[in-house]
């Protein structure tokens, strides 16, 4: 008699490639509002930091050790800048997603996307790039109007510099529960000096 295993979803799961992506973290006090923001907003993504992303998530082909090569490579070729955030708007009827615009600093960003998105990283991806910080992605459509307005008086309090700087970019892969992992992270040369 052959012995059947038993049926374990979370093993299939398991096995399903990974989704990865190139992001920067904005670590400047623009990025800690909008962090702050987010968590009023939607308390149970806590965990994700503010960042723009360089390449959206895609399923990618290679080792991961040769995906971490090639990152690494391209971002010795790469100079940080300065990223202007401006209104919020949202991605309806696309998806249900509010965001920020990026302003100054649109075109650097388009201009590492499209340098990022050839060889070992490049992928499909299923909308066109758009410069942006999320600030948060909705359950449904019906939700994205009370965040929006919600986003836009809290963003109209900010006082402070709508300014960040891309001065790293980190590899990442997708974990559970809508969690991203740092793989990677690298200083980008033209990096301004930490504040003490």
């Known amino acids: 008699m052959t012995a059947v295993a038993a049926y374990n979803p979370w093993v299939m799961l398991a096995r399903l490639?990974?989704?990865?992506?190139?992001?920067?973290?904005?670590?400047?006090?623009?990025?800690?509002?909008?962090r702050q923001m987010?968590?009023?907003?939607?308390?149970?993504?806590?965990?994700?930091?503010?960042?723009?992303?360089?390449?959206?998530p895609r399923y990618l082909e290679g080792s991961e050790s040769e995906l971490l090569d090639a990152f690494e490579r391209q971002?010795?070729?790469?100079?940080?800048?300065?990223v202007e955030l401006g209104e919020i708007d949202t991605f309806e009827p696309v998806t249900p997603t509010v965001f920020?615009?990026?302003?100054?600093?649109?075109?650097?960003m388009q201009a590492t996307h499209q340098r990022f998105?050839?060889?070992?990283?490049?992928?499909?991806?299923?909308?066109?790039?758009?410069?942006?910080?999320?600030?948060?992605?909705?359950?449904?459509?019906?939700?994205?109007?009370?965040?929006?307005?919600?986003a836009q008086a809290q963003w109209a309090r900010f006082a402070g510099s709508r300014v960040g700087w891309v001065q790293e970019l980190t590899f990442v892969r997708e974990g559970a529960d809508q969690t991203w992992v740092d793989l990677a992270t690298v200083r980008l040369s033209g990096s301004p000096d930490p504040v003490a």
Not at 17 to 34: H, K, L, M, N
């Open 117 to 150: 998105n050839a060889g070992a990283l490049g992928g499909k991806e299923d909308w066109p790039y758009v410069p942006h910080m999320t600030i948060l992605k909705t359950m449904t459509f019906a939700q994205v109007a009370d965040a929006r307005a919600t």
């Open 75 to 82: 971002c010795a070729a790469e100079v940080a800048f300065p």
């Open 100 to 108: 920020l615009h990026v302003l100054a600093g649109a075109e650097p």
């Open 38 to 56: 987010r968590d009023t907003l939607h308390p149970q993504l806590r965990h994700s930091a503010a960042h723009v992303s360089i390449l959206p």
């Open 17 to 34: 490639p990974a989704r990865y992506a190139v992001v920067s973290y904005i670590q400047d006090p623009v990025g800690e509002f909008v």
